[in-house]
């Protein structure tokens, strides 16, 4: 099982991403733990993801993330988060996995 971290200003708005990228992998098979945090929380939350995704308003902080945690770090995609397309973040999730 993967560990999805998605990180934006209060956890908030990627919560209803988290949602429907459950519901995206479900339809995949394929098992993911997903789960929306504020950037704050970062250096606790990060520590055994395999992917940390930040929304978009927050990607300016790419790089303090990426050293911050030991996986890989992406800004989502704006159009993908602005229409809450959970098949294509979980698609860009499997691409970078290399699965």
């Given at each position: 099982?993967?560990k999805i971290?998605?990180?934006?200003?209060?956890?908030m708005?990627?919560?209803?991403?988290?949602?429907?990228?459950?519901?995206a992998?479900a339809e995949?098979?394929?098992?993911?733990?997903?789960?929306?945090?504020?950037v704050a929380?970062?250096?606790?939350?990060?520590?055994?993801?395999?992917?940390?995704l930040l929304?978009?308003?927050?990607?300016?902080?790419?790089?303090?993330m990426?050293?911050?945690?030991?996986?890989?770090?992406?800004?989502i995609?704006?159009?993908?988060?602005?229409?809450?397309?959970?098949?294509?973040v979980m698609?860009?999730?499997?691409e970078?996995?290399?699965?």
């Open positions: 099982m993967k971290v998605l990180l934006c200003s209060a956890g708005s990627t919560g209803m991403l988290v949602k429907k990228m459950e519901e992998a995949m098979g394929y098992e993911a733990d997903i789960h929306a945090w504020p929380e970062a250096e606790r939350v990060t520590k055994d993801a395999d992917i940390v929304g978009p308003q927050i990607r300016f902080q790419l790089n303090r990426k050293g911050i945690a030991s996986c890989p770090v992406e800004a995609d704006m159009t993908a988060y602005g229409l809450m397309n959970g098949e294509k698609k860009r999730v499997k970078v996995l290399g699965e």
